[in-house]
């Protein structure tokens, strides 16, 4: 949804007699989202001046026409405005207003040809005798050509305006082409370059406390962020914006993030909600008529009819959706109902019709890019039903192809790291072919290309090309080079997998579908705050958890061995240690074996096994002074120095404690030189804002957080880094990604191992695991050797600390 013209300043609320002062506070009505009292005043406005000023009696029939506008009833503007404006107002204010509502409406009824002529009377007026609304006119145009996907003009017509309206101070206008330039950035695909105009806007709206802006805004970014795969993010900002739109009583504006939410809610499976939400956003689109939004709800709700097995309904929404089509009166929604047809048609086992659908939207250039690489999917799974293999390889491969350029055109971390997720589906299609044709290695493959975009790209030794990396996997020799099995999971929407890979041979074992196994593991991660010992009280949960996901490769994996887990989706977030082996003597699977966590088999295979380093040094950061009542000192930090001293003495070690252990001291003191880092502090993860994970350090001012942001950019060599602190590991697991927050940071920075928290940390506890961490490392064990050395004596300890709540949520990470 574009942005409409701004209608210039804003005065006083005050109404008098004075119309001038009438008409300003109707225009700060309007800012302020308050339609309807706008439009009844302006109703009644106009009707006090018809019979005895017919300037005046314009301008008020102008401002209901803009009203009109913005809740998307164009037809209504338009016939509102139909009758010619008098001679004596040719070159007026209102001649140029009446000519921009026009032309607005024209363009967003897809009638591109008379909304040009309109704006260029308008340009043409304006420059001549309305110079003050030159702005609003440029801005105009850009939306209309946005809209015809002339990107250089429009982006010619934004900053002309945005220009404008900086050196005329006309602050509203600014926040709306601020908004109108991440509009555009979202149709060039320039995702993250959208998020940052879209920031830039709302913080202009925030200070003019309109709410019409920031909900047109936030309507805007909800959809950028769906597009990118983060899909919490897309339904924390679209909800805000229908509500919004509610308030305001903008209908149109409701129907379009109504039904952008309802997509949001398909990717996710959650069908019912999507449904109800699209059948809502359907019904309110008849009412406004917009033939683009009806299209847009009709095809969402012949997807949601197609995952969920009614394929006539599907059809039916589709046919409908397709005539208006036809009619020429949406052009916007077209590709996508050519890519539901096509689907309609293979699920029918049209397969030459479904073909021909698909690659009509395949070879239209002027599709955007999750269009095409949807129906170059589609076309891939259609020949795949239809038992054409090399076909449907050829077209797997293409989408990928086509996903991973457009991906590589995101250049900010926080938004590629999430854009596998709006793709995920596709991924798992292709495994589940290359599965179904026996080439369970080859599927292996594709699931490791789907792994660890960002972090692979992190790393100094990371080669240009991931898919090539990929492709030269030697999985075995990988875990005889780690003297481990690997355990390589792939959660999937119908079924799940895990590989199982062993120095001498490689097993493929079907697991349930993703919504099961989530299900399970969440579930049994709470269990961990009940004051119960889950062992003692034999969950079933954990029992169910190691029966599903250990116990078909048990044969392969032998006692007292090295096992590296390669996880997906939730269990990101869970603790293998923890599961429960049933038997004559129930346990824990860490008495069984040493474990350790890694995202994906390619980074895996440039890891080397290496001993501690000789003279290792040591950075660490602790014992900070309390930042806020959020953050109280931790009594028991100060003993955590304590004891690294004496493994690092001076000078192989630095410290930063108490008022020195500020976020500014870790760029300065030069982390690259160092073995190890420690950090024994609060910490946060950011689960909207995974990259806003930080370690909490002593206030600087009003800094105290080293964020996940700033580690990414300062490259270490650390043979291991510790971060004892709450949520360490993160909480946002990323389709592909795995737990994104501090871990991921330190590894993308370059770090060799990390081992990190999956939940709060005890305080009381966490002293002694790090001693025997350090004595373990000290003696020449491998990290994975001594954390598991670590986690047992507290788990033998025959007291409170034998829980997994205390030595559980510290896992190794190895990356690099």
Known sequence: MGFCLSLAAFAGCSHSQRPEVTLQAIRHEIRLGQ????FQN???AYERYAETDIGWAWQFRIQKAHVLVLRGYY?????LLREPIPDSLAHSEAAVRRKLIQGISHDYSQEFEQADAELKEAADIARLFQPMLVGDVDQARGNLE????????ASRAFHAALDFSRKQNLAYLE???LGSLGYLAMWQEHYDEAISWFKAALDKSRTLDTTFLAAKVAGNMGWNYAVIGDFENAETMLKQAEDSAVRASLAGDQVKWLNTLS???????????ARVTSERALSQARIVGDNRDITGCLNTLSDIALATGRAEAAEKYNNEALAIERAGLDQFGIASSTIIAGRIAASKKQYREAEQALQRVILDQTVETPLRWQAEARLARAYADENLPAKAEAEFRLAINTFETARTGVHRDEFRVSFLSSAIEFYDDYIGFLIAQGRTLDGLHVADLARAHMLEEGLASAPKSISSASNGLAPQDTARRQNATLLFYWLGQNRSYLWVISPTKTALFLLPASSEIDTTAKAYRESFLDPRDPLESGNADGKKLYDTLIRPAEKLIPKNSRVIILPDGSLNGLNFETLLVSGPQPHYWIEDVTISIANSLALLARSQREPPPKNATLLFFGDALSASKEFPPLPDSGKEADILKKYFPEPRSTFFTGGSAKASQYPSSNPGKFSYLHFATHGTASLARPLESAIILSPEGDSFKLYARDIVEHPIHSFLVTISACDGAGKRVYAGEGLVGLSWAFLRAGAHNVVAGLWEVS???????MDELYKGVSAGQDPATALRNAKLSLLHSGGIYKKPFYWAPFQLYSGS
């Open 42 to 44: 302006a109703e009644r």
């Open 146 to 153: 946005t809209h015809r996907k002339n990107f250089d003009e």
């Open 75 to 79: 037809r209504e503007a338009l016939s």
């Open 263 to 273: 997509d949001v809610y398909v990717v996710q499976h959650r069908y019912d909600l």
């Open 175 to 177: 926040g709306n082409v």
């Open 763 to 769: 305080n009381a506890s966490t002293p002694q695991l």
């Open 35 to 38: 339609l309807d009292l706008a």
